[in-house]
């Protein structure tokens, strides 16, 4: 008898335990997946690209990313380019994206699709896109690539045009290409052109342009957050640096604007390009930043990018499920 109590004793000791590991299991796996932010999201830095793109060339090819030691492999076509992006913004709840040319894949997703087109149009032609709703953000304008300055007068009346129109440009300053990309494809880019501090006269004679910086000005962290804090205007985009840079450079630098106050006007980005699995390396690099609240990651995940794009109540109730 005692046996079979001792034994029964044993089972339900068992039983008891485990259930507890069991429950501690779930509680720890919980816990965990609390401290990530799951969407809504809007992604401020995408590309759309057509096969005479120069993109065209790394194709179905690996980019292998000295920096942090991951491997990328390209989209094998344009198409599937556009189909893969889509379906990571889909896994993601990533509900609306700016996308550079994304007259591509707007009709794709109507619904998603916010259409950037730079200045590589003229002003005459991006008037004539704006009329005709396929002008909502100017960008992604990156002179830098061709050696210009911001301040060169060749973009001044971009800069016009963005303010006339109430059209939110979108600025790259720096890093630019792969890691000494003017060795390799881009002769014209130097590190000194994406000094934010150089932006302080467009901003002052363009007081209702809306700007938002994108790679948010890495790695000038003292200087953007001496341009934010005079230019309360400026927001900035968290592409590519969000899965280029080693994490604990990431975390270093996002931080520092964070802790500086400037958490209300840094929105999620991912720049991903022709490499879609970015997209997951580059949400995996906000979510794991311990010194972030979930209100601060939603924040930057989506509360700023739908402040910043004037969303309306209507569709901030719809993209949450309120
Ligand atoms: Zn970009």
Redesign the pocket.
Known sequence: MKTSISILGNLLLTLVLSNCFAQQAIITKITDDDTDYTGPMIDM?S?AFNENSSFSLMLGKEMDLAMTGKIYKASASMEKLREETLAKFEEYNIVKAMV?QGELWYEFAPEKVIIGNNHFLSIEELRLKHKEGKLDVLG?V?PNYQGILPTDDSLKDYYDLAEELGVPIAY?LFPGGPPGGAYIMYPEIRAFQGKPLQLEEILFSHPRMKIYI??AGWPYLEDMKALMYAHPQVYVDL??IDWVLPVKEFHHFLKGLVDAGFGKRIMFGT?S?IWVDTIDDAIAAINSADFLSMEQKEDIFYNNAARFLNLTDEEIKKHKGQ
């Open positions: 830095h590309h550079s992604e990156a790259h994108m790679h592409g590519v720049d390009m």
